[in-house]
C-alpha cells in the first residue's frame, strides 16, 4: 500500500512523516510525500531532527502532488487548518484522512524554541504512525470504511 503524507509546503510535517513511516513500515507499505504548492526544499531542522533519530534522510526532497512515483491508497494530510492554513484536497479515489500538526517552518523564539516546535510535530506523527502500524492492517486493508474510522481516530493521538 502506497501512503501519501500531504501538506502546502512539503518541507516539514510531511517530509517528517514520509520519513518516519517509512522507517517503521512493514514489507509491503511506503509512504511518499508532496505538496500543493512545495517550497522546493526540505527544512534543514527537518533533516537533522531525522538523522539524530537515526532515520535516514537520503532521497527525500520538496515535491510537488504532480509528480508522485506512484498512485496513493491512502492519503494523510498534515496541515493544521486550525492555525488558519489552507490544506489541500487530494482529487483521486483514495481513502483520506486528516492528521493535523502545526508547521514547525513557522516557529519563532531561541533555537532551542524552534527545535522544540520540531520535536513536537515529529513526536505527534511518530506517535500516530506507531498507532497505525499498531491495527489488525491485513484485515482493514480489505475493509476501508472500518480502516478510514480507525484512521480518522488515531488523528486525535498527542506525543
Avoid at 502545526?102 to 519563532?108: F, G, K, L, S, V
Wanted: proline share 6%; hydrophobic share 45%.
Amino acid at each position: 500500500m502506497n501512503v501519501l503524507f500531504l501538506c502546502t509546503g512539503n518541507s516539514c510535517r510531511s517530509i517528517l512523516g514520509e520519513a518516519t513511516f517509512n522507517h517503521l513500515a512493514p514489507a509491503g507499505w511506503r509512504a511518499m510525500s508532496a505538496g500543493s504548492k512545495p517550497t522546493g526544499q526540505v527544512h534543514p531542522r527537518s533533516l537533522a531532527l531525522l538523522a539524530r533519530e537515526g532515520i535516514a534522510t537520503d532521497g527525500y526532497f520538496s515535491k510537488s502532488w504532480d509528480n508522485l512515483p506512484a498512485t496513493p491508497d491512502i492519503v494523510i494530510t498534515v496541515c493544521a487548518s486550525a492555525a488558519g492554513e489552507t490544506c489541500p484536497a487530494y482529487l483521486g479515489p483514495v481513502l483520506r484522512t486528516h492528521w493535523g500538526v502545526e508547521d514547525p517552518a513557522h516557529a519563532t523564539g531561541t533555537d532551542e524554541e524552534i527545535d522544540a516546535s520540531f520535536m513536537q510535530a515529529y513526536r505527534i506523527l511518530r506517535a500516530r504512525i506507531e498507532a497505525f502500524f499498531a491495527l489488525p492492517l491485513a484485515s482493514l486493508q480489505n475493509d476501508k470504511v472500518a480502516l478510514k474510522v480507525e484512521m480518522d481516530k488515531i488523528a486525535n493521538l498527542m506525543a
